[in-house]
């Protein structure tokens, strides 16, 4: 077999016994790399070591990853200006925080003959933070509710 060092240096062709009493001198383990090699290809090294670093290289990359969520907003057709206002805010947050915002709009008994109050309630949201998101669909009814995803834009980098 083919053994590489430690430090990652060429050693030669060795046979299997030797290879093993080598790393074993060493006080480090023989790993087979690449066994469908001609000749296979072994490397001595701590594996114990190398385990902890490949997790620690895994915590790491998952530590900087970002998921975004979906938060919801629930409206109403009669909801007030003020009310409407307070809610856009949060919308806003959502959308620099990186996440999702899904706007639901209500309709209770006869409000459900009002549909275009939803309607434009739901339009006035969209373009109150057209800047910050857009519409990912078209809004849509889904039963009582009217609704739609807003997903952040693409910050510029600096």
Known sequence: MRLIGAEGEQLGVFQTADALKLAEDIGLD??????????PVCKIMD???WKYEQAKKAHE????????LVKEI??????????LE???KRIREFLTQGHKAKVTIQFRGREMAHKDLGQKMLQ?????VAELG?????PRFEGRFLSTVLQPMKQKSA
Do not use: N, Y
């Open 30 to 39: 023989l790993v087979e790399i690449s066994p469908t090699a001609r000749p």
């Open 47 to 49: 594996v114990g070591k």
């Open 61 to 68: 990359a998952r530590k900087h990853q970002f998921v975004a």
């Open 74 to 83: 629930k409206l109403r057709p009669s909801t007030g200006v003020h009310d």
């Open 86 to 88: 307070v809610k856009l």
């Open 124 to 128: 006035r949201v969209i373009t109150g």
């Open 134 to 138: 857009a519409p990912e669909q078209t």
